[in-house]
């Protein structure tokens, strides 16, 4: 499991267990007198991380909150599993995603519609989070830690419940998926995370808006911490846009 301090107080760990597309399943630690983690990932990523709590110097049993930017098998599936394994944390979920975590039902239906049957050996069962440890938050609504706010912001397109979280101490966005992914082979060349049911256009609001927060570092979920916040999110614009022409004008010649 690597562990890497990327900016003040905040820690990005990669607990290095494979994934459907080998994409990385990265948390992020945010130590404070309310600790935080960003991103549990699939449960199979989420027990590995407990199971090897004692490399990470902190005792995950503090954690005020879990944080999964949406609820995706591999961002928020293990949410369940922490929770019932960390009874003092709270999960904070958007409100469209709050019931599928309570309730994972329809979450597992889906997963194994994309997925298979088989989907568990790799990332785990989905487990539901008990209603008492479910925070429910509005957009924009700030949750004080400490030395650092979090401002939490509904960023649909990728999934609807889909949020990003904007660091106070280190000017830093957790953006999920929000403005793509960057492949391994194609260093610093953010292409749409589009998969289904992908809104083009609210995808493309969610990318204004968080432009204008003006970022110093994005905190990717799979491809880890990123510096220049402003070209790349220009260029997952430009992606986004030249995707959906290039798809739309497939689809208008049949």
Same mark, same amino acid.
């Given at each position: @499991?690597? =562990?890497?301090?990327?900016?003040?107080?905040?820690?990005? =760990?990669?607990?290095?267990?494979?994934?459907?597309?080998?994409?990385?399943? %990265?948390?992020?630690?945010?130590?404070?007198?309310? $600790?935080?983690?960003?991103?549990?990932?699939?449960?199979?990523?989420?027990?590995?991380?407990?199971?090897?709590?004692?490399?990470?110097?902190?005792?995950?049993?503090?954690?005020?909150?879990?944080?999964?930017? !949406?609820?995706?098998?591999? +961002?928020?599936?293990?949410?369940?599993?922490?929770?019932?394994? #960390?009874?003092?944390?709270?999960?904070?979920?958007?409100?469209?995603?709050?019931?599928? @975590?309570? *309730?994972?039902?329809?979450?597992?239906?889906?997963?194994?519609?994309?997925?298979?049957?088989?989907?568990?050996?790799? /990332?785990?069962?989905?487990?539901?989070?008990?209603?008492?440890?479910?925070? %429910?938050?509005?957009?924009?609504?700030? %949750?004080?830690?400490?030395?650092?706010?979090?401002?939490?912001?509904?960023?649909?397109?990728?999934?609807? +419940?889909?949020?990003?979280?904007?660091?106070?101490?280190?000017?830093?966005?957790?953006?999920?998926?929000?403005?793509? =992914?960057? $492949? *391994?082979? @194609?260093?610093? /060349?953010?292409?749409?995370?589009?998969? $289904?049911? /992908?809104?083009?256009?609210?995808?493309?609001?969610?990318?204004?808006?968080?432009? *204008?927060?003006?970022?110093?570092? #994005?905190?990717?979920? !799979?491809?880890?911490?990123?510096?220049?916040?402003?070209?790349?999110?220009?260029?997952?614009?430009?992606?986004?846009?030249?995707?959906?022409?290039?798809?739309? +004008?497939?689809?208008?010649?049949?």
């Amino acid at each position: @499991m690597q =562990i890497t301090e990327v900016a003040q107080d905040t820690y990005l =760990i990669n607990p290095a267990s494979d994934t459907e597309f080998s994409l990385n399943e %990265i948390a992020y630690l945010l130590v404070d007198s309310q $600790p935080v983690l960003i991103e549990p990932g699939s449960t199979t990523t989420a027990s590995r991380l407990l199971s090897r709590s004692s490399e990470l110097q902190w005792n995950l049993q503090d954690l005020a909150y879990v944080i999964p930017t !949406h609820i995706h098998v591999d +961002h928020g599936g293990g949410s369940g599993f922490l929770a019932q394994n #960390l009874p003092r944390s709270k999960v904070v979920l958007h409100p469209q995603g709050a019931k599928h @975590m309570a *309730d994972p039902s329809k979450l597992i239906r889906s997963t194994r519609l994309v997925f298979g049957d088989g989907f568990e050996s790799t /990332f785990g069962p989905i487990l539901p989070v008990p209603e008492s440890q479910i925070r %429910i938050v509005r957009d924009e609504e700030v %949750i004080r830690l400490g030395k650092r706010d979090l401002t939490i912001l509904f960023s649909p397109g990728h999934a609807s +419940h889909h949020i990003a979280v904007l660091d106070s101490l280190t000017q830093g966005l957790f953006c999920g998926e929000a403005l793509g =992914i960057i $492949p *391994d082979n @194609m260093p610093d /060349f953010p292409l749409p995370a589009a998969v $289904p049911p /992908f809104e083009l256009q609210l995808y493309l609001d969610t990318i204004a808006r968080l432009a *204008d927060l003006d970022p110093r570092l #994005l905190f990717y979920s !799979h491809c880890g911490v990123r510096g220049n916040p402003r070209k790349l999110i220009q260029q997952v614009e430009e992606n986004t846009i030249a995707f959906g022409r290039i798809i739309q +004008h497939a689809l208008e010649a049949g």
